[in-house]
């Protein structure tokens, strides 16, 4: 990694910015298959961008660093896009504290120097490294990726090199590497010839030696640079049939998957390259439009048609700010005026826009929306809405919408920190690539965990001021929360002894579904047999949002069991506050001395 | 104590048994444990803190003695029974109560029925290979094969040091023993007496693994009255390539340690194995096994993917992982024999339909705020 800065200053032709390239054209709408999926390269940027800043916010916008981060490398370099936000690393890697964001080239060479402690922690077990270590092979994994990218054209780009006399000249304006390929065994050969007669040191060699052995280094450290360039898989491998393997433009050339098409549609990405690099825009919407227009011919794009574009629409406009917004006024309105129709437009208005990105992303994935952690809460949020949307809607009042409404845009809030790794339109592992116990099983589960929630937060109001009416809607809302995620337990099982050979096996994500069905049960025989008194029973049900939280994200965090795909790292703390602020809350309410109870 | 007999005090007891208020108590109990036991397996192991918190009748931390989950278990069982034979409602308007109490009821006897019944074990195929035998994941045993044919199997809790394997043209003493063994360089001074791989290198014990399938567990043994030069200490081990080669009475003898196995009543021979990738990724979307079920004249082509086991004969087979050899590619498939497999099934289907119905007969009074 360290001689990629020395390389590209060297060797690749900065050129200074003319007019800037206002938009990007058809840029954000070319294919890259990543991460097993075929993207779009906006919401490819959307994903690296947000991985290598880690939560950080640089300057610029996605796309367009991402084009500079391809086409115009050697300036790109100096952009800040690495983020670092452990303080303590900040301290080890003798970085200035108050900065979070920083540039490969300020980091290349204070990772080359430590390059033997990331070795060590790679080997040493995960759960031995401490939080300074996790994140310095975070960011020396996140370097490793951005120099991919910088490397990605580093074949189309002009060199700064005299070519040789002599020798035939590459064709072309500019020098580059994908120009030079063919002249390099002979200017190789050359360059043996003359160490042979002359030796290694350059300081015996004549003017035209010294020049061969210039533009033959050069060559030799483009290719040796590029051959690592593996994460752009930009093109396909076969032109004829869909479900093939992509390929970066240098594993193309490397791995010999070169066709005519193929060639065709790396030329569009010189154009692009020489189009950016000029600043030229009516150039870079000709090249852009052109490669657009080539691939999506590609069998693999018609198959995907209409969700690839949904995917960039996705990506282009985040709908859930703007349902958190609608959910948070319909919540909180009826504090200040008592507008049925204002609430309900609000709140229902918020819903619509659940449902559609909702719906947006069971689209482009084309399978239910319960797969990772993440689609779990925009679920459970949605389900929370609409049961106290329903609830409302049978009572004409408030308050079920307005706690529905009010969990929703709490879960919806948290949802982001659970994106691991930028992505969250993610593959699923291969136990889990069922449509049918997706569904039957998670989808129960988790709209057992919403009625839970909904229970818990209906319970708040009832220690807070009892009312019958809202007592039998938690006791009702609890008895349909147990009846959930018991059968959701029990599918989940079903599911186990489908794909692992056993019903029930103890692990801990089975075992924190349990303990919320144990839980309510508790609560139920509590009241039946006059154990619990009405005030502790609404308590023991508001504590259902702690039982919950630790059953659906505590046991991810033991890292232990055959649920190895809902693993998570980094929220321990932020439970622990919930379930610590929680307690004391609920301990509040339970004690104050609320007129309606008896003592 | 007359009184204490009497039917109607046992009576009396039994259906105090089935009270609600015994679940209330119960259950706090049976939530630490599960509490416990699952914090427990970030350090223990899933399997450790299975055997101390659920598959134990008393679960001793440090030296206070706890129920554990098979006592609580047992409790909850007993108490359901009780309920649901002694003290259910039985009115139309309680239907939906008594049917979750039998649904629960019909869980538990499940589990118990899978706990006393249940055999796991695995096999592995190479691609084109048949096979009848299958593997115990956590038992280990020393083979003795003569001419190839498998003639004693001895199970590692019976090979305990200085013990003597009788009713063997040579004799076979065990010195020494590891359910998990580090395999360390033997100093030369110490190899005088040892044969084969044991001149190089020798085992000790070391704890266990978190999950006992990584254990290497091994013995040491010794062997006289064989051919001359091969008497002497020999060690054996999980893996070890090369097994021990006896010669006596005229027979050839070797010697294996390994994971115990046993065969099935027929073979499943592995015609393909095929994992499949998300695209530009080593991420697999699923794999799968074309085999062929061999039961005498009868040929049953089937396939064994993730979530799409095969059953056959009592026996269920699922896809479970798979390993690179250097003979190709070789399957590897979870082997379940549960009778009480079908107790789950059931148990939901009467669980959800008793809470559904619980729900829907409550009281229709109208919900007022």
């Known amino acids: ?579 610590v602020l929680q307690s004391a809350v609920i301990f509040y309410l339970w004690r104050r001395k609320e007129p309606g109870y008896a003592a | 104590m007359r009184e204490f007999l009497t039917w109607s005090y046992l009576h009396k007891t039994l259906l105090r048994l089935g009270r609600a208020d015994i679940v209330f108590y119960l259950l706090p109990l049976l939530m630490l444990n599960l509490i416990a036991g699952t914090l427990a397996q970030r350090w223990l192991g899933l399997y450790a803190a299975q055997e101390m918190f659920f598959s134990a009748f008393i679960t001793w931390i440090g030296p206070v003695p706890l129920p554990g989950g098979y006592t609580l278990l047992g409790v909850f069982c007993m108490s359901l029974l009780i309920k649901f034979l002694f003290a259910s409602p039985w009115q139309k308007g309680k239907t939906g109560i008594v049917l979750a109490h039998l649904g629960a009821l019909v869980l538990m006897i499940g589990g118990l029925v899978t706990a006393l019944s249940a055999r796991e074990h695995f096999m592995v195929i190479a691609q084109g290979q048949s096979s009848p035998y299958i593997y115990d994941y956590h038992k280990r045993a020393l083979f003795i094969f003569a001419h190839d044919d498998l003639i004693r199997t001895v199970a590692f809790k019976d090979l305990a040091p200085k013990k003597k394997i009788e009713d063997l043209p040579f004799s076979l003493t065990i010195l020494k023993r590891c359910m998990n063994c580090a395999i360390e360089r033997r100093p030369t001074d110490d190899a005088k007496n040892f044969k084969s791989m044991g001149q190089f290198m020798m085992l000790q014990d070391k704890p266990p693994e978190k999950e006992p399938e990584a254990n290497i567990s091994g013995i040491t043994l010794r062997i006289d009255a064989a051919k001359r030069n091969q008497n002497g200490d020999y060690i054996a081990f999980d893996g070890m390539p090369k097994p021990i080669a006896v010669n006596a009475g005229g027979r050839a003898f070797k010697l294996m340690f390994g994971k115990e196995q046993s065969a099935l009543p027929f073979s499943i021979r592995l015609d393909k194995f095929t994992k499949e990738v998300y695209p530009g990724t080593d991420q697999a979307s699923g794999y799968s096994s074309d085999v062929v079920v061999e039961d005498g004249v009868l040929k049953l082509p089937a396939r064994i993917s993730m979530n799409a086991p095969l059953h056959y004969r009592g026996y269920t087979f699922y896809q479970s992982s798979f390993e690179q050899g250097p003979q190709g590619t070789a399957s590897i498939l979870s082997v379940v024999h549960n009778k009480g497999r079908i107790f789950p099934y059931l148990g939901t289907a009467i669980m959800a339909v008793g809470l559904l119905l619980h729900i829907y007969l409550q009281p229709r009074s109208k919900v007022r705020l």
């Open chain 1, 1 to 579: 990694m360290r001689f990629l800065a020395l390389l590209l200053a060297l060797l690749i032709l900065c050129h200074p910015a003319r007019a800037a390239i206002q938009d990007t054209g058809d840029f954000g709408a070319l294919p890259v298959l990543h991460e097993g999926r075929i993207k779009p390269m906006a919401r490819f940027a959307d994903i690296m961008v947000d991985r290598w800043a880690q939560g950080e916010q640089p300057d610029t916008q996605p796309l367009m660093l991402m084009a500079a981060l391809l086409f115009n490398p050697a300036q790109a370099m100096e952009i800040p896009i690495l983020g670092v936000r452990d303080k303590t690393l900040r301290l080890q890697l003798n970085l200035p504290e108050d900065q979070r964001l920083f540039s490969f080239q300020e980091l290349e060479d204070i990772l080359f120097n430590n390059r033997h402690k990331i070795s060590e922690i790679i080997i040493k077990p995960e759960e031995t490294r401490s939080d300074q270590e996790n994140a310095l092979l975070g960011l020396a994994a996140n370097a490793d990726e951005l120099a991919q990218i910088l490397r990605s054209f580093s074949l189309l780009l002009p060199l700064d090199i005299e070519w040789p006399q002599g020798f035939r000249k590459p064709k072309g304006d500019f020098i580059t590497y994908r120009s030079a390929i063919t002249l390099q065994p002979e200017l190789e050969k050359s360059l043996k010839s003359i160490i042979r007669r002359k030796g290694e040191n350059p300081e015996n060699y004549n003017a035209r030696e010294w020049t061969i052995a210039t533009a033959a280094f050069a060559l030799r450290e483009i290719q040796l640079g590029g051959e690592n360039s593996k994460l752009l898989r930009i093109i396909p491998g076969a032109w004829d049939r869909a479900g093939q393997d992509w390929f970066s433009p240098w594993a193309l050339l490397r791995e010999g998957h070169g066709g005519p098409q193929q060639a065709d549609y790396l030329e569009n990405f010189a154009n692009m390259t020489a189009a950016w690099r000029q600043q030229d825009e009516t150039a870079w919407h000709l090249a852009t439009a052109a490669a657009r227009g080539m691939i999506g011919a590609h069998p693999d794009m018609r198959m995907l048609g209409w969700r690839f574009d949904l995917e960039r629409l996705y990506g282009a406009t985040n709908l859930y700010p703007i349902t958190i917004l609608f959910y948070t006024l319909g919540a909180l309105l009826p504090l200040m005026v008592r507008r049925g129709w204002l609430v309900g437009g609000l709140i229902a208005g918020g819903l619509a826009l659940h449902v559609i990105a909702l719906g947006t992303r069971i689209a482009i994935l084309a399978r239910p929306p319960v797969g990772t952690l993440y689609e779990s809460l925009l679920f459970v949020a949605l389900i929370c809405v609409a049961i106290g949307g329903i609830l409302s809607w049978r009572t004409r009042r408030f308050l079920p919408a307005c706690v529905g409404s009010l969990s929703a845009a709490l879960l919806l809030l948290v949802a982001p920190s659970l994106v691991q790794d930028g992505e969250s339109l993610d593959t699923l592992s291969a136990v889990l690539n069922t449509h049918f116990w997706l569904t039957v099983h998670v989808l129960v589960i988790t709209a057992g965990y919403g009625l839970c929630i909904l229970a818990a937060l209906v319970a708040h109001a009832v220690l807070w001021r009892r009312q019958p009416g809202l007592e039998t809607l938690m006791h009702r809302l609890s008895l349909t929360a147990l009846l959930l995620t018991a059968i959701g337990t029990a599918l989940g099982g079903i599911w186990a002894d489908q794909s692992w050979g056993r019903f029930w096996g103890w692990d801990p994500k089975e075992n924190g579904a349990l303990l919320i069905v144990l839980w309510i049960i508790w609560l139920q025989h509590g009241r039946m047999g006059l154990k619990l008194s009405a005030r502790s029973y609404s308590a023991g049900i508001a504590f259902l949002n702690v039982v919950v939280a630790l059953a659906w994200f505590g046991v991810n965090l033991l890292g232990v069991g055959l649920h190895s795909y809902g693993f998570i790292t980094g929220i321990a703390t932020a439970l622990a506050v919930f379930c």
